[in-house]
């Protein structure tokens, strides 16, 4: 009697002990919610790293303003030369996307896609597999909806991603730091270098943070370095 009167006893703690699991991975999961909701609220309307709209620089005002989405035919007839990079693979966060060679505006700012769901390889950065940083930028989001780099800022340290050149070739990178930096102190030549102890890598890098009416942009920039491995 005295053991069964203990099984007994124990019950209700079970019972009490796996509702509290059950109501603390629904919170979990509601504050995931949450937060995704509001990084989107954040984004959306949030060209990726347009600082403001300049009809001397056509090509800049037409950053981000195409939302179509590119299908996997878009994908696999995309074409570009053998040495340089053509597509860009996050598995982590379900990112398979063109990469366009990006030039300078004529504000010497660096270009970005006109489309939301393509990277930008500015080609003034180095090349698959070469020595330096190859230097990819992509849209947080357009007027819409949520751009291919909208959730970089997720990356940790020890993910990886490939870079599909133009001959079929795959490069593999592995994430060595993430930082969010505020716009007012960004310094490109950081930015465009490789990571310290790194000899060839990727850096990624796209716009978060509070909007900023006056000069149509987020005041931080989310930027990703790795390695490649």
């Known amino acids: 009697m005295a053991v069964g009167g203990k099984t007994k006893q124990r019950r209700p703690f079970l019972i009490g002990a796996i509702i509290l699991i059950i109501v603390a991975s629904l919170g979990f999961l509601a504050y995931d919610f949450w937060l995704m909701d509001q990084k989107t ?113 997720t990356l940790k340290v020890g993910d990886t991603m490939q870079v599909e050149k133009g001959d079929g070739m795959k490069l593999t990178y592995e994430v060595v730091h993430v930082a969010t930096i505020p716009l007012t102190a960004i310094d490109m030549s950081q930015v465009l270098a490789p990571y310290a102890g790194v000899s060839s890598g990727l850096n990624l890098m796209t716009c978060t943070g509070t909007w900023l009416k006056d000069s149509a942009t987020l005041d931080h920039r989310v930027v990703v370095y790795t390695k490649q491995i």
């Open 41 to 153: 609220k954040a984004v959306l309307g949030a060209p990726g790293i347009i600082v403001k709209e300049d009809k001397n620089n056509p090509e800049k005002a037409r950053e981000g303003s195409e939302t179509t989405a590119i299908t996997k035919d878009d994908l696999s007839s995309y074409t570009v030369a053998a040495d340089v990079p053509r597509v860009l693979t996050i598995d982590k966060l379900g990112i398979e996307a063109r990469i366009r060679p990006m030039s300078l505006n004529k504000d010497k700012s660096i270009q970005a896609p006109q489309n939301i769901y393509d990277a930008g390889w500015y080609t003034g950065s180095a090349k698959p597999g070469a020595n330096g940083a190859m230097f990819i930028d992509g849209h947080a989001s357009g007027s819409t909806r949520l751009g291919i780099f909208a959730t970089i800022d």
